[in-house]
């Protein structure tokens, strides 16, 4: 079975401070897909990032970055130098290489970014 | 750009009633799939569907049921509508190919509360 946790259920920083939010995953697959989403007061859910099972390169996109380690099974999320705009639910997510299997989502973790 | 549209963005139902949701998606993906949102537990994924007139069950299908007569179409019922499915609905597309998995799309959401 399939499984996504996100052991952080709310964060509060101040802005400027940096923050990390954690995802753990469990899979049988050797294919699988991992997903970050953001979902802003207004309800709508933004695609971050996907990363295959096969890349496990970090990635930085502005002062997001992406931390994907196979070895501890966790795809972990930065924040640097946090605005008030990061305040939102973040969802890690995950599916598997097969057709025909679900997409599971954590739990998700609430930042709260204060000035 | 990706639409998928829910019918309806709020929606006042009877305990007891019979309650359709509808979504629809433009971007001809095989996969879509229904996920509730309750606070502190995240999206739930109740049924998913990989092709027409295919569906899976997900981790909460008990007091719902799916269609899926055409493919851009995944309609999500409530066969007797309780208090305790007063929830947010999310309904989701992805594309799934031989090679990669790109992200699920959303909906707006549907806000269900049952009285």
């Known amino acids: 079975a399939q499984k996504v946790t996100q052991a952080q259920t709310e964060i509060s920083v101040v802005e400027k401070e940096d923050v990390t939010l954690d995802c753990v995953y469990e899979t049988r697959d050797t294919t699988y897909y991992l997903f970050w989403y953001k979902q802003p007061p207004s309800g709508e859910l933004v695609f971050l990032i996907r990363?295959?099972?096969?890349?496990?390169q970090n990635e930085i996109s502005g002062r997001y970055s992406w931390n994907f380690q196979k070895s501890t099974s966790s795809f972990n999320f930065t924040i640097t130098a946090s605005q008030v705009v990061d305040s939102a639910v973040y969802f890690c997510?995950?599916?598997?290489?097969?057709?025909?299997?679900?997409?599971?989502f954590g739990k998700g973790t609430t930042l709260s970014v204060s000035s | 750009d990706v639409k998928v549209t829910q019918s309806s963005r709020y929606l006042v139902k009877r305990t007891g009633e019979k309650v359709f949701l509808e979504c629809v998606q433009d971007m001809d993906h095989e996969n879509m799939f229904w996920y509730r949102q309750d606070p502190g537990l995240g999206l739930r994924l109740i049924y998913f569907?990989?092709?027409?007139?295919?569906?899976e069950k997900g981790d909460i299908p008990e007091g719902y049921s799916v269609s899926r007569e055409k493919k851009e179409r995944f309609s999500l019922i409530l066969e007797s509508a309780s208090t305790n499915q007063t929830s947010m609905y999310l309904c989701?597309?992805?594309?799934?190919?031989?090679?990669?998995?790109?992200?699920?799309?959303f909906g707006q959401g549907t806000r269900l509360t049952v009285v």
């Open positions: 990363r295959n099972s096969f890349d496990e």
């Open positions: 997510a995950l599916t598997s290489g097969q057709a025909g299997t679900a997409l599971i």
């Open positions: 989701a597309s992805s594309l799934w190919g031989s090679v990669e998995n790109t992200e699920a799309f």
């Open positions: 569907s990989y092709d027409v007139k295919m569906k």
